[in-house]
């Protein structure tokens, strides 16, 4: 899957698109110490950050479940207590799902159907070289909290898809730097980074003080993952009027600019650069 | 959910539906015995079934897995094995979907998306008094295989769809009586049934031969499920039509008709009739 979400053709010549993320107890979160609550919305945000990125408009959910056998009843109760107010706020219809009961950990997994405005969706593969690179919000040590109470950036993808010629986009879940480099390597270019114009989120200023592991602020903000904030490629001049409008709520931020040169590079004095590693949690398998 | 899919109304007035299943080792199959082809190519399959329920057509499915860490890789690819040939088949988009490991057993979560061909599409709570009840195929006894191996009555529902006048469907998950009480329940009638019309799968009888444990080969049709054959209220005049036309390459039976008295009767001789409990599989969870 090379983008956030598939894009579907209806049989009308309407495209929409469909997206799915499942989260698992024990490794997207514990809920031994998280209110299932939390768990139920994040189920929700992630499915929604990924729409968000293809400035896709949420449509419907369907959400399944495999409970564990004790409890389980009270346990999709809470978690629906925290999916509901959720889809509410963005009108989607929660259409249904599947409930199961188990004798292992829970296991959440949502789909979302989006439907796009436009003719095509926003595709990660659209950067070109001299585009500006820009964000939203601030990233790094979201696991101090933002990892479950983030606010997926619908309404800010629609607007900004709206008002402004935008090229690509890519939600950041894995890591700044690692996302990023998906977006430019989809896009068949490279990204050159402004390391002083990131905005770090206070959390990872709080992560790396209370750490003291040697792991930088900013290196939280770059390969932390989980932010979901969204990464947008625009061409320069739109960008600069975007950044003067500075239209939504959250600050968009440039933090560099796409070059024709593949990979990830770091600004230097005097308009030299240095390879930059993305980094970021990789999805990886045992064979 | 009162109907096997969820309605979803896009904003250029097009209709599609949205459906989701999780299987889980364990409860749903057993990987230490049953092939994994097998498991993807169901997982996909009880999704089928239930667009077939609606008369939708399917147009894409995504996976979501939560593969145990060892060997996760390998099983992936095998149940994708047994996935993707049934999606060609019915010519689906396999839109991507999310791959997780983790500790525990196999998770696998198919959502698919259909599309409905006339402005609304079949539901469960269409049937009438009067109405015909006829079923696809053959019921009892899937656990020897048919569970596993079934083939989603995709086709014939769009066939007959397409040229019959249909009031109501539903596809037999949990057992044949229990899904045409649901059906007859949302539609707020009742249904009487020839018992000794119900087509017995040569499954049940062998079933009811091996386990001699006094349950007979047409409790077994009754209350097995896992047929994922189609249960359809017609009414009388098109029922009659269909039946000698015979237009699938599985027959179909008249097994009863509806009633405006709700509940499920059994037909006696001489027009009395006797309550019938529908049974079948209950998704029963603890508190």
Same mark, same amino acid.
């Given at each position: 899957? *090379? ?16 997206? *799915? ?73 929660? #259409? ?26 926003? +595709? ?18 979201? *696991? ?32 700044? *730097? ?30 790396? #003080? ?51 040169? +593949? ?8 308009? #030299? ?15």
């Amino acid at each position: 899957l *090379s983008d956030d979400a598939a894009v579907v053709l209806l049989g009308g010549g309407q495209r929409c698109v469909l997206t *799915s993320d499942m989260l698992t107890d024990e490794v997207d979160f514990r809920l031994e110490v998280c209110d299932p609550r939390r768990v139920g919305r994040k189920a929700l945000a992630v499915n929604l950050s990924d729409l968000a990125a293809m400035a896709a408009r949420p449509v419907a959910v369907v959400v399944s479940l495999a409970l564990p056998r004790r409890g389980g009843q009270r346990l999709a109760r809470q978690l629906y207590e925290g999916l509901i107010p959720l889809a509410e706020e963005f009108d989607i219809a929660v #259409a249904g799902g599947d409930t199961n009961s188990w004798d292992h950990p829970l296991v959440i997994s949502v789909t979302a159907l989006g439907e796009v405005a436009g003719p095509e969706p926003l +595709r990660r593969s659209g950067a070109r070289p001299g585009d500006a690179v820009l964000v939203t919000g601030a990233f790094g040590g979201s *696991s101090l909290g933002k990892h479950l109470d983030f606010q997926p950036r619908v309404r800010e993808a629609l607007l900004l898809n709206a008002n402004y010629q935008l090229h690509a986009a890519i939600d950041v879940s894995d890591g700044l *730097s690692l996302d990023l480099w998906r977006m430019v390597e989809e896009s068949r270019c490279g990204a050159e980074l402004d390391l002083s114009a990131i905005p770090i989120d206070p959390s990872a200023r709080q992560l790396a #003080a209370s750490l003291d592991d040697g792991v930088s602020a900013l290196d939280h903000a770059l390969s932390d993952g989980e932010d979901f904030e969204l990464i947008l490629a625009v061409p320069a001049g739109e960008a600069e009027r975007l950044l003067e409008d500075q239209p939504l709520s959250t600050p968009v931020t440039q933090i560099g600019r796409c070059t024709s040169e +593949r990979g990830l590079w770091r600004q230097l004095e005097g308009g #030299a650069r240095e390879a930059l590693a993305p980094r970021g949690y990789e999805h990886g398998l045992d064979g």
